[in-house]
């Protein structure tokens, strides 16, 4: 003989306060879930939007492969597309890191900005202008991350208010989008002007569209030939490969994390089962004394586990979505938006329902094996 669906449901209300308690353990349980699984695939696709096939880097040969320390000759764009066939375009930029201060305000920002030409917008094919217009002279657009990477308020930055870089006082003009790259988290600017006001002579590096593999190669070649230069071609899937790279010990550190929250949650989960149900020996044992099967006792208490930690893991995910709503993460000259999409909502929905489900194993064996007559004497 097995209790109906409604038993178990109506026992949910005979404790309200252990109901309560449960479902808010579910509900934190999937809501550090989401975060940390938000955190790891945002890491994990940071880097996935900027590997295109058709481009390709030019750096020095002798800054192992950093656009920051790369140093490469003004106008080398200009001479690789006269020198290669096959360049479709060709963009010289500067990469740098910098502080970013506002009119009268004397608190300093770190920042990272790309100084680039008209070349630029055709080799990155990711970015999305999103309002505004593209910076002259005097100006800059910023990108999407820009505010959580400096600290910076959206308000600071928006359209026409004013930022100062290297001692000049530049207009925001534009704000871009680039999802899936680390270009949301940069400040835009036209090389020239940034050239002489960071005092350069040299560019960073040149970005380059090639038309195919054939042009790969040529390019290639002319990089060996020209020793003069001391220039490294690198295409843009094994450049964005090697950061992805560098930055799997922290993803795998919040792998880990989500681990241990797990881990943690499920003996925690088990000692409160085995605790409710020790409360409940004795109506447990009348009940199979009525006659009522192991199976379908059983049974009960996983449907009660289950109805409390998926209400609870709905409440924690709303919660967690609520918080993570466009908020980002700086790391180092870059930023990352923490992506609360399905696969981490799925992953913290079915951790906090697994966790549930092997928590109240050990109460429920401990239910069918022991004997009814000693259960029902047990204090």
């Given at each position: 003989?097995?209790?109906?669906?409604?038993?178990?449901?109506?026992?949910?209300?005979?404790?309200?306060?252990?109901?309560?308690?449960?479902?808010?353990?579910?509900?934190?349980?999937?809501?550090?879930?989401?975060?940390?699984?938000?955190?790891?695939?945002?890491?994990?696709?940071?880097?996935?939007?900027?590997?295109?096939?058709?481009?390709?880097?030019?750096?020095?040969?002798?800054?192992?492969?950093?656009?920051?320390?790369?140093?490469?000759?003004?106008?080398?764009?200009?001479?690789?597309?006269?020198?290669?066939?096959?360049?479709?375009?060709?963009?010289d930029e500067i990469h740098m890191g910098t502080t970013v201060l506002l009119p009268g305000d004397d608190t300093k920002y770190s920042g990272f900005v790309r100084g680039v030409t008209d070349e630029a917008y055709e080799v990155h094919q990711a970015l999305t202008l999103t309002a505004g217009r593209l910076p002259g002279p005097g100006e800059v657009m910023v990108g999407r991350l820009v505010a959580g990477?400096?600290?910076?308020?959206?308000?600071?930055?928006?359209?026409?208010?004013?930022?100062?870089?290297?001692?000049?006082?530049?207009?925001?003009?534009?704000?871009?989008?680039?999802?899936?790259?680390?270009?949301?988290?940069?400040?835009?600017?036209?090389?020239?002007?940034?050239r002489g006001l960071s005092q350069r002579e040299d560019s960073s590096c040149v970005f380059v569209l090639l038309d195919g593999d054939r042009t790969a190669k040529l390019l290639k070649l002319f990089c060996d030939r020209r020793l003069d230069l001391e220039l490294e071609?690198?295409?843009?899937?094994?450049?964005?490969?090697?950061?992805?790279?560098?930055?799997?010990?922290?993803?795998?550190?919040?792998?880990?994390?989500?681990?241990?929250?797990?881990?943690?949650?499920?003996?925690?989960?088990?000692?409160?089962a085995i605790a409710s149900v020790q409360d409940r020996i004795r109506e447990l044992a009348a009940l199979r004394a009525l006659g009522f099967s192991s199976w379908s006792i059983v049974r009960s208490l996983l449907v009660e586990a289950i109805i409390i930690a998926a209400a609870g893991a709905l409440f924690g995910l709303a919660l967690g979505r609520l918080v993570l709503s466009g908020a980002s993460v700086s790391l180092a000259m870059s930023a990352f938006e923490l992506r609360a999409d399905a696969?981490?909502?799925?992953?913290?929905?079915?951790?906090?329902?697994?966790?549930?489900?092997?928590?109240?194993?050990?109460?429920?064996?401990?239910?069918?094996?022991?004997?009814?007559?000693?259960?029902l004497v047990e204090d």
């Open positions: 003989m097995g209790l109906p669906l409604d038993h178990s449901i109506r026992n949910l209300g005979r404790r309200p306060t252990r109901t309560l308690l449960a479902g808010l353990s579910s509900a934190m349980v999937a809501a550090l879930l989401v975060a940390t699984v938000a955190f790891a695939r945002g890491l994990e696709g940071t880097f996935s939007g900027a590997a295109d096939p058709r481009t390709a880097l030019l750096l020095s040969s002798v800054a192992d492969r950093d656009v920051v320390r790369s140093t490469a000759q003004a106008g080398l764009g200009s001479l690789v597309q006269a020198s290669v066939p096959g360049i479709l375009a060709a963009s990477q400096t600290g910076l308020s959206p308000d600071q930055l928006g359209l026409g208010q004013a930022i100062i870089l290297e001692g000049a006082e530049l207009t925001i003009v534009g704000h871009f989008a680039a999802p899936g790259t680390t270009l949301e988290a940069e400040i835009w600017t036209p090389l020239e002007p940034l071609m690198v295409s843009s899937e094994e450049y964005y490969a090697e950061l992805a790279d560098y930055m799997r010990p922290i993803r795998s550190m919040a792998w880990a994390l989500s681990l241990l929250i797990g881990l943690a949650a499920l003996l925690g989960g088990a000692n409160t696969v981490a909502v799925l992953v913290a929905f079915g951790s906090a329902l697994l966790i549930a489900l092997l928590g109240v194993i050990p109460a429920a064996l401990r239910v069918v094996r022991l004997p009814i007559a000693i259960a």
